[in-house]
């Protein structure tokens, strides 16, 4: 089993969005993506293909002491490949596993955190959070709450996200998401932080 990884596919950083905001971890971007949203600003095209051993091995190049870490899997479309040999490798090295999917296909997660930002129809209704980015493929989130109420789906952490465009945050999408929010007090906003940060 090999993985298709993208351009600059493994990398430490900072996350920037959601529950684990400020978290220092490891990303392994995945190649390829049977989604295909129009918009998409991510550059999953396959660069090399790596076995698990091989991205596990790399992953601990890149941080910065190996304990306690996390490791961030995301694409692309992670769940496109089959990620149980990789994220058992993962964890037998110790690391703590979180995954981002647009939730187009159900996973059941051998993972410690679980994020779903829906691109299209949402077959992942549970999971650790999700994020609805607000202005991205014309996403709207009343139109999105109407579709999947809250007591149809099962996340921990429910966040509004404004879209990026043209390298800022869209301040029509932010006053969408704080409109939403003061209607829906069981959510929160989350922002795309380490754009403003200048990590990847």
Known sequence: ??????????????QGEGH????????????????????CDTDYR????????????????????????WVWITGGEPTDQDLRPLLRELKRRGWS????????RRFIPPVDWLSVSPHGELAQRYGSEVKVVVGLNAVDPDDW????????????????QPVWEDGAESASALAQCLDFLRR??????SRQDHKSWGVA
């Open 1 to 14: 089993m090999r993985y298709a990884i993208a351009p600059n596919g493994i990398f430490w950083s900072i």
């Open 20 to 39: 684990l905001r400020g978290f220092q971890m490891a990303f392994v971007r995945l190649a390829g993506c049977s989604v295909g949203c129009p918009n």
């Open 46 to 69: 396959v660069d090399r293909r790596l076995t698990a051993v091989q991205v596990a091995d790399e992953v601990a190049a890149v941080m910065p002491t190996s304990r306690d870490q």
């Open 97 to 104: 596993t979180a995954l981002a999917t647009s939730g187009v």
């Open 145 to 160: 709450i109407a579709k999947y109420p809250d007591d149809q789906t099962d996340f921990m952490y429910r966040y509004v």
């Open 184 to 189: 829906h007090p069981n959510w929160s906003l």
